[in-house]
């Protein structure tokens, strides 16, 4: 073999060692920028994980709990004319939601009775006790005077319910029960 012919033969060689030279670095640059360019990216932004935490909690914060109860709207209703200066019942069917179940019990039961054309009516806190509801509806009788000085006209009733603390909510938690529309009457006697 003359030298002419080792020499083209080594050329050959060298060509074929730096094009698979080349493919290993363009393997290994596309390796950098598809696989460990995304990994530093996750990487750095674990770091701002706290913060992203505080900003979720204080977003929390402004949240209003989810509902504790849920009423059927179609049962929850006044249930006998209601006059001045008389005892009105009304009933709600009414039952806990899967995140009201981890709710303490009521603690407080504030009504109001809205009569049109005048502010809310703060009433007498009832005497009854408050019933635990569980996941299925159950109907509650709630009674209430109509004060001897409210006139006839049309009104809603509502109340306020307090419930002891709940999972993620250390204060106690209200809700208001739907607001019931009906007519205050004349006293027949």
Same mark, same amino acid.
């Given at each position: ?108 039961? @504030? ?7 005048? %502010?809310?009516? /703060? +009433?007498?806190? *009832?005497?009854?006790?408050? =019933?635990? $509801?569980?996941?299925?509806? @159950? ?7 109509? %004060?001897?000085? /409210? +006139?006839?006209? *049309?009104?809603?009733?509502? =109340?306020? $319910? ?28």
């Amino acid at each position: 073999m003359t030298m002419w012919e080792r020499l083209s033969r080594w050329k050959t060689t060298l060509a074929a060692i730096t094009a698979t030279v080349a493919a290993i670095g363009a393997s290994v640059t596309w390796i950098s920028n598809s696989v460990v360019q995304p990994v530093r990216v996750a990487l750095a932004n674990t770091e701002m994980i706290p913060e992203i935490r505080t900003e979720l909690a204080l977003i929390r914060l402004q949240q209003p709990p989810p509902k504790v109860a849920e009423y059927d709207l179609l049962g929850s209703r006044v249930i006998e004319p209601c006059f001045v200066g008389r005892v009105c019942a009304v009933q709600f069917d009414l039952r806990r939601t899967p995140w009201g179940m981890t709710c303490g019990d009521v603690t407080r039961l @504030q009504s109001y009775l809205t009569v049109e054309g005048s %502010p809310p009516l /703060v +009433l007498p806190e *009832p005497t009854a006790q408050a =019933v635990r $509801v569980g996941p299925d509806y @159950q109907r509650i009788i709630h009674r209430f005077e109509i %004060p001897s000085y /409210v +006139l006839s006209a *049309p009104a809603w009733f509502h =109340v306020k $319910v307090t419930y002891a603390g709940c999972r993620g909510f250390a204060e106690p938690v209200e809700e208001l029960t739907p607001f019931l529309a009906f007519h205050i009457q004349e006293s027949s006697g």
